[in-house]
């Protein structure tokens, strides 16, 4: 039994009132970073970094960097580094863009090429730094503009550029080698530099779908039509899960699942599954791993009007039937209420105990909240634990997944003053994002249910602090600007990215390690990566050392690509 706990929230807020302020390290040892005060003119400089290293755009990196662009993947996964460009002079400058495909260093007639991608960073305005953060006010990188080749730079201003390579599971395993071409105009003069780029791509298959369970939300009826108005349609509302599977998260699809429910002659019901089951097939194919059963009316209690609520009963009985068979119980969910408070719990024990007379196999989320009180009246009718990352309790949860029951973490505003890994704070390390997957690899972490994905409270362009208290919290993605396009992505979503794709190398590594007889000092070093314990320091501290992450997933794949 999860011991509660009802002091532990407002005790935290406290403490970390106490402590935040001023101790936070800015940057990684190996950056130095300073705001411009050059006077040299009509000179571009440049480094290049990894994409988790967070410069504004008053600040410049005096030394650390490199000056080639370097990236190490496995087949099927997406890798990015960043190109910082800065301008010390008075002027503004316009910068040009152009870049080779990847030639694979391959035996043979027809050599295997990549073709990578650019990405223009946009910056946003942090006004009001998140408690825990870098205690700095300034226009933060954030929204990556895609395919855009030219573009200005302020003065005395920086910008990034974000490479990005994406392999899949046919991408032929060697060295690639190609060029980035910046090409820098002042005035009447042009400058023009020339950026080596090398890849390896290592003979390891990521999974197309994802070891760990995600739900992301959009919400598009609400924000969409905001900024879009007209310009937004329900075949756009359709694609977003589509867009969500690009950064390798599943977000909710709209399953026909009250087609599946024919009334027959003599007032019972029958099941038609087919269409359902092409959908979820297709979704399956796509690398979505989890689905929302909307069985009934979204609420915290069972349904009072007796006609409705046995209509629920004998669909929950049909559709629980019918996953057993399909072998799809784990991948589906109830999601009927979110965060409930404390003296909403013994309606919604009754409402689970009245699901699950009906429906057995049927999983109901549970979203944590404020309250603490949720294990001592569910703690046999919750079938998916989802607790805010501080909320984690290493004897409760363990114990529930011995039971055959997930346990999922959910990050937002809660840790606003806290050090936990996160996915959303604009304004704080890259590496809190990437260290987010090796936080659940090493608890043993099912899923990550994340709440927001375009809640866009205020315009996210104009004010980075999207909800109350926080720079970019339920905002992971951008309106386009001409309000017409698609989404555009946020750096936090390639890091996040990132950060998954480790957790999937780091099962992969797990199994590894089990079924195969790797030399003494290779399964030493694997034993090590896998304690995550140089990424994630304790509970709520991890590495903010940004190549440390890059160091690792290298020797992952390595250790990955050993046959013997």
Known sequence: MLKTKNYIFPLT????????????????????VLENDSSEENKILFTTL??????TEDEFIEKGGDKTVTIFSAKGETESEQILLMNPSK???????????LTGDITGNEKPYLSPRIYETAYVPVNKPTWVSFHKKGNYPDPLIPDSYQFTINPECSKAVYYTLTTNENTT??????????????GEKTET???????????????ATS????????????????????????????????????FRITSQVDLPLEEVFIQNSDGGYEANWKEFDREVEYWMGKGINTFCLSLFDYGRKIPEDPEKRKYYEITMELTDRHLVEK??????YIYSFDEPLSKDLPGIRDLCRWIHKYGPNLNIIFTMGFTSQGPQWLEDDIDIWVPHIHQYDEDFYPEQQAKGNQVWIYTCMQTFMMRYPDNWKIDWHGTSHRALGWWLFKYKIDGYLYWGLD??????????????????????????????????????????????????????????????ALPIDMEEKALDILSCKAVIKSRDRFSTDDEIYRGIHREILEILEYDR
């Open 193 to 207: 530099i020339n950026i080596p780029v090398k890849a390896k791509v290592f003979d390891v298959i990521l999974p």
């Open 173 to 186: 395993p060697g060295i690639y080698t190609g060029e980035v071409n910046i090409q820098a105009t002042y």
């Open 327 to 332: 072998n799809w119980t784990e991948s589906f």
């Open 211 to 246: 070891f760990l369970k995600t739900l992301f939300i959009f919400r598009p009826e609400t924000y969409a039509g905001k900024y879009y108005g007209e310009n937004w349609t329900k075949e756009r509302t359709e694609k977003l899960p589509l867009e969500a599977l690009e």
């Open 91 to 101: 002027n503004e400058v316009t910068v040009t863009i152009s870049f080779t495909d």
């Open 455 to 516: 809640t866009w409270k205020v315009n996210p362009w104009l004010d980075a602090r999207t909800f109350p208290m926080t720079n970019g919290d339920g905002s992971m993605f951008y309106p386009a600007l001409d309000g017409k396009g698609p989404y555009y992505p946020s750096i936090r979503l390639f890091i996040m990215e990132d950060g998954i794709e480790d957790y999937d190398l780091l099962k992969l590594l797990e199994t590894k390690v089990e079924t195969t």
């Open 50 to 55: 990894p994409g988790t290293v967070k410069v």
């Open 13 to 32: 807020i406290i403490l970390a009132a106490i402590f935040s302020t001023g101790c936070v390290s800015r940057y990684s040892w190996q950056y130095k």
